[in-house]
């Protein structure tokens, strides 16, 4: 009989479904996989159609603003119903954990399993990045809540056999500005999980070589400069993006030197091409790899995903940070450090003087290679693995 994992996966995006995902195909090889998340969120239809078992539970009761980031006060009217919603997680892990009876359990920052882990005396593993929050914090009311927040995730953390930030080691830490002041010593560092194909095209490649052989693919010239737009958050948000895109078409037919494409990101519409002398439109583009090699700079939100993936392909980031999410916060500020990117407050009014800026100082361009080159030299799934297969044996 197989043994069993059981990955517990923080369902708010799709940052933490994905790089579970990996985690969990490669699992599956081997073993039965077991996932779990939030039910209704973009995370538990993006596990269902990869073909994952998902075990859905309630929502947790927070409420999302326009831009997919966090309503404060509509999330304070829930409050006494989140205790409840709380009590509930724990009593349904604890019911799972013994009915799915695991060899090992991942949780992709879920308290509960942990908890219940060490209840049940099963080995548990955590994916981490944030854990430090409070220093991106300015208001006095919120610093508080936000520091035992972080304080109870570090407790967790080093509860678990390990912990894998899946990002770079220091100095060159993506997430550093949120991490703890003292690093436990079960954080294992295993470099960023990035797009599976993207990793693929440029293991053992010069990314640069790559990057104009991807070019060449899509039938864009060396020398014309690519951005990329790939929206993400709730479908309102997306739908702002969208409109306030094509509110600037005028002024984007007049930069023949660059070619602008835009993902709608809506698979559940038909794979269409719509195309405008220099501008591409896709409802949603079923193989991105090429296109982030291509891109020179990649448009939208800051989240693991989208930063990773733009690190990895040597593209240059701009982005927007949504309402009160405060590891996005962080990440941006971090890129804007690294000069691997800057922030956007605005569409309309910070795009076309943004891209002037990064196009034109060569310091950007170096930057996000060095960074591209040094994403090659990690296997964060096959790291993972090695830690976690002795416990499945």
């Keep these: 009989m197989r043994s069993r994992v059981y990955i517990a996966v923080n369902g708010i995006g799709l940052g933490h479904a994905r790089r579970s995902l990996r985690i969990g195909s490669k699992l599956r090889e ?10 209704n969120t973009p995370a538990a239809d993006y596990l269902k159609r990869k073909g994952m078992k ?9 409420a999302q603003a326009d831009d997919g980031g966090l309503d404060v006060p509509k999330t304070l009217l829930k409050t006494p119903f989140g205790a409840g919603v709380s009590i509930y997680h724990l009593l349904a892990e604890y019911y799972l954990v013994r009915k799915i009876n695991p060899r090992v359990i991942i949780s992709d920052m879920r308290a509960a399993p942990i908890m219940v882990s060490k209840q049940l005396n099963i080995p548990c593993f955590m994916l981490g990045l944030f854990f430090n929050l409070k220093r991106e914090v300015d208001s006095f009311f919120m610093r508080q809540p936000v520091r ?3 304080g109870f995730l570090k407790k967790l953390a080093k509860s678990c056999v390990k912990t894998f930030i899946t990002d770079f080691p220091l100095p060159y830490t993506i997430y550093r500005r949120v991490l703890p002041d003292t690093l436990p010593k079960n954080f294992i560092f295993t470099g ?20 104009n052989e991807s070019k060449e693919k899509l039938g864009i010239s060396n020398n014309q400069r690519v951005i990329l737009f790939i929206p993400s958050g709730v479908k309102k948000s997306r739908g702002k993006f969208f409109m306030d895109f094509m509110s600037m078409i005028s002024e984007f037919k007049e930069m023949r030197n660059v070619k602008f494409i835009f993902s709608r990101a809506m698979p559940e519409l038909p794979m269409r091409r719509y195309r405008i002398r220099n501008i591409e439109v896709w409802n949603w583009i079923p193989d991105l790899t090429n296109y982030l090699l291509a891109a020179d700079i990649i448009v939208g939100y800051y989240g693991m995903n989208k930063v990773f993936d733009a690190i ?28 691997l990117g800057l922030i956007l407050n605005d569409l309309q009014t910070d795009l076309i003087k943004a891209i002037n800026i990064v196009l034109s100082d060569e310091k950007y361009r170096r930057n996000v290679l060095f960074f591209a080159e040094k994403a090659k030299q990690y296997r964060p799934i096959e790291t993972i693995i090695k830690y976690i297969a002795p416990f499945l044996e």
């Design 30 to 39: 081997s073993t039965d996989v077991v996932f779990s998340t939030y039910r």
């Design 148 to 150: 035992l927040l972080g």
């Design 312 to 339: 990895a392909s040597g593209s240059i980031f701009l982005g927007f940070v949504a309402k009160n999410q405060i590891e996005q916060k962080a990440l941006a500020q971090r890129i804007v450090e690294l000069g």
């Design 192 to 211: 960023p999980i990035i797009n599976e194909g993207l990793e693929r095209a440029i293991q053992d490649r010069d990314v640069e070589e790559v990057k």
């Design 54 to 62: 998902v075990i859905e539970l309630q929502e947790l009761s927070w």
